[in-house]
């Protein structure tokens, strides 16, 4: 199994930036993609960004392209989420996720973690 760890969700004003993180452990023999989803209370649980293994697919959500950015960092078997220009309506669970498949993002990927609370004021 897969675990994931993210970091780096707080409180940030609107227009500001923040840059959260999710490390993967355990035992992973094969190459998978990575990515992130968000859910704010009473509202639908939404795909925001999803990067495959060697880079080549990569996903964003219409209400976050062109303000986040998803990248990888293979050696360190660690995803990025770079949130510019924030606004109140990203406030949410930030939650990454990992598969083998990349495709599975579209369904329920295998692996996800715990979630990191992202709150956008003013």
């Known amino acids: 199994q897969v675990q994931l760890v993210e970091s780096g969700g707080g409180l940030v004003q609107a227009g500001g930036s923040l840059r959260l993180s999710c490390a993967a452990s355990g035992r992973t023999f094969s190459t998978y993609a990575m990515g992130w989803f968000r859910q704010a209370p009473g509202k639908e649980r939404e795909m925001i960004a999803v990067k495959s293994w060697s880079g080549t697919n990569t996903y964003y959500a219409d209400s976050v392209k062109g303000r986040f950015t998803i990248s990888r960092d293979n050696a360190k078997n660690t995803v990025y989420l770079q949130m510019n220009s924030l606004k109140y309506e990203d406030t949410a669970v930030y939650y990454c996720?990992?598969?083998?498949?990349?495709?599975?993002?579209?369904?329920?990927?295998?692996?996800w973690g715990q979630g990191t609370q992202v709150t956008v004021s003013s």
């Open positions: 996720a990992a598969d083998t498949a990349y495709g599975a993002f579209y369904r329920r990927p295998a692996y």
